[in-house]
């Protein structure tokens, strides 16, 4: 696994458990493409759920997925859009 060379988008106006709810997602959804194993759709969803209670406008999250997706290469959208679909581990193949 090669070093991450990237920052997390966040917000300033956020509190630590925002901060917290919101980079467990986006660990979860690197956990997907990365580990050999992918990830439990539950635990991604689980991990959705909290960061929803933080970035709750559609609008905020597809801007947030963005520069994450620019910065990271890995998209929270494909990613959850399986754990929705499917049961079991998720694991997402390459870099968008």
Known sequence: MQPKNYAYPLQPDWSTADIVAVTT????????????????????????????????????EKQLDKEFETAAGYSIYRTMKRARTEQGQIKMKGQA
Do not use: H
Request: proline share 6%.
């Open 25 to 60: 997602l986006y660990q979860r959804v690197e956990d997907a493409y990365e580990l050999p194993q992918g990830v439990a759709s539950a635990t991604l969803l689980a991990a959705y759920r909290d960061f929803q209670t933080v970035v709750p406008q559609k609008f905020e």
